[in-house]
Nanobody, 122 residues
């Protein structure tokens, strides 16, 4: 069974730094995209940042310039660092991976972590 284990998050002061990490495990054949989404109360889930196939990265406009996403291909891990946090960054952050399994190497599906709460408050 595929698992996405998230770590990081919690209470952060405005202007502070957030570091999130996510590691994928299980019968994985290949991971093609890996990234972070977030969902604030009363809002839809939105992309924060993602590492696409080939290593290209994509960021939401709201976090561009103050965030860095990186991927460790050996450990099947993705990390996100966000600086200069704002109150509106408060949300549940979800790790996402588009991957295929060893039992079906050509079939790609999205998998999600359980989510980690990030609260920006003084």
């Amino acid at each position: 069974q595929v698992q996405l284990a998230e770590s990081g998050g919690g209470l952060v002061q405005p202007g502070g730094t957030l570091r999130l990490s996510c590691a994928a495990s299980g019968p994985i054949f290949g991971i093609y995209e890996m990234g972070w989404y977030r969902q604030a109360p009363g809002k839809q889930r939105e992309l924060v940042a993602i590492v696409l196939s080939g290593g290209r990265t994509n960021y939401a406009d709201s976090v561009k310039g103050r965030s860095t996403i990186s991927r460790n291909y050996v450990e099947n891990r993705v990390q996100l660092q966000m600086n200069s946090l704002k109150l509106e960054d408060t949300a549940v952050y979800y790790c996402n991976a588009r991957l295929s399994l060893v039992t079906a190497p050509v079939v790609r599906n999205d998998y999600w972590g359980q989510g980690t709460q990030v609260t920006v408050s003084s």
